[in-house]
């Protein structure tokens, strides 16, 4: 069955860096365009990157442009999101997704950029 893991968040400090991972399984990861989402109490959840699956194309949330890179290494089956310059803004639940008919989630890890 599919299964997304996601890995690598914490406690920041404003300026901080993060790099979360996502372990994929069950599926034929390197057909796949994959995607990180992010959700914060009492807001929807907000698409922040995705790639296409060689990793030729990626897209981001205006709120992230240049601060966030997405990338995947489809040898090892893993997502990844290098996280720079966070703010307090950025504190959310991070989830990897894709979809195949339905969309996929992982169980999120929280990331919280605090002093």
């Known amino acids: 069955q599919v299964q997304l893991v996601e890995s690598g968040g914490g406690l920041v400090q404003p300026g901080g860096s993060l790099r979360l991972s996502c372990a994929a399984s069950?599926?034929?990861?390197?057909?796949?365009?994959m995607r990180w989402y992010r959700q914060s109490p009492g807001k929807e959840r907000e698409l922040v990157a995705a790639i296409t699956s060689a990793g030729g194309s990626t897209n981001y949330a205006d709120s992230v442009k240049g601060r966030f890179t997405i990338s995947r290494d489809n040898a090892k089956n893993t997502l990844y999101l290098e996280m720079n310059r966070l703010k307090p803004e950025d504190t959310a639940v991070y989830y990897c997704?894709?979809?195949?008919?339905?969309?996929?989630w992982g169980q999120g890890t929280q990331v919280t950029v605090s002093s």
């Open positions: 069950g599926f034929t990861f390197s057909r796949y365009t």
């Open positions: 997704n894709f979809a195949l008919g339905q969309d996929y």
